[in-house]
């Protein structure tokens, strides 16, 4: 079994969840590649050296490009802010490296065009991108798509999706790197938005062909952060001066998908209870889907062709061996989380690598998702209809 020595950039929160995923993938699955968790780099030099300490690096860096001249690194795994995504990934690509991406893929729609031309460029000497919408590998997700692809729910009528947090209803919560546009791109929008964006395209097969939307900024400046922090890029004491909020606190649009659905969406960090609040439900002519990511083992299934009599809800409890990505973990109805998601990337990433085939999504995939927020934005700026 060959080697696949990664290298890392960034070490919080998505830092954690990956290096979790590398960490665990070839102990679950069988692969044709094995990963070995080679560099991890980030600009504190403490910080760092404790991060690879505490999440099992065998070295570490302050400068990225380390990863990049190094012969000794196979793969880039991007989790910085998305400011960084462009630079890293098409230098990484063009130095015959394969890169994982956090999604949102850029900041902007020009530099996920920039890092699309680069995949492209080194796919043909055999170099893989892939962009990190992990929900995707949720296995609910995953089989909610199957079904959907199956003809269960006929043709589909409606999506209904909704990412909801409120990790910033205090006003009081620190400026961090998420609520700033030269770091984030966007707020709420980018940041979670993107994922019911990517699940909606996924689990229909559709795309969305138009949007209109709002944003809103409901508190407008903030205490700015004085130390970088963990989750979320939680500050670790804030100063008493403040700053700019320059992203939305949320985004609401509708939207058109190609195979005649219509679509709503809404993305906020400020629905006062709601932790990690993603739902997803897709009615069609013959039933409906419902997934729910707090309840991340289950899907709702409503079977329209059943007799009247036996009609309503189910739940089916996604923990079979036969369900996607699960005969490798636990027996029956033992349940998994978040962080399996992060693992069955990985796992993905590594057998496609292994094998010689693309990825997905693939960062056109994820330009796609690119371009709706992108829209969304537009159309939340003039009013309009936007179509894509
Ligand atoms: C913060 O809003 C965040 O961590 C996102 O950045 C992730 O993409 C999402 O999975 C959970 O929430």
Known sequence: MGELRIGMVGYAFMGEAHSQAWRTVNRV???????RMS???????ANVAAAADRLGWDEHT????????????????????????????????????????????????????????????ARERGVRAMCGFT?????????????????????????????????????????????????????ALGDIGAHII????????????????????????????SADGAALGAAKAAETSKGQVTVDDAALFIARLSGGAVATFEATRMATGRKNGLRIEVNGTKGSLAFDLERLNEL????????????GFRRILVTEPEHPYLSAWWPTGHLIGYEHGFTHQARDLLEAIGNGTDPLPSFADALGVQLVLDAVEKSAETGGWVQL
Not at 300 to 311: C, I, Q, R, W
Request: proline share 5%; net charge negative.
């Open 300 to 311: 709702e299934f409503y079977d329209a062709t059943l007799p009247g009599t036996e009609l």
């Open 62 to 121: 302050t400068d990225w490009r380390d990863l990049i001249s190094r012969d000794d690194i196979d793969l880039v795994d991007i989790c910085t802010p998305g400011d960084s995504h462009a630079e890293i990934a098409c230098a990484a690509l063009a130095a015959g490296k394969h890169v994982l991406c956090e999604k949102p893929l850029a900041n902007t729609v020009e530099e996920a065009r920039a890092m699309v031309a680069a995949a492209d460029t």
């Open 39 to 45: 560099l991890i780099a980030g600009r504190d030099k």
């Open 135 to 187: 929900y995707r590998r949720v296995p609910a997700v995953t089989f909610m798509r199957r079904l959907i692809a199956d003809g269960r729910l006929g043709d589909l009528r409606h999506v209904r999706a909704v990412y909801l947090q409120d990790w910033i209803t205090d006003p009081e919560f620190p400026l961090v790197w998420r609520l700033q546009k030269d770091k984030a791109g966007s707020g």
């Open 29 to 35: 699955y069988d692969l044709p590649v094995r990963a």
């Open 198 to 225: 990517d699940m909606t395209q996924f689990v229909t097969g559709q795309a969305i062909t138009g949007v209109s939307g709002l944003t809103e900024t409901f508190v407008r400046e903030r205490p700015l952060a």
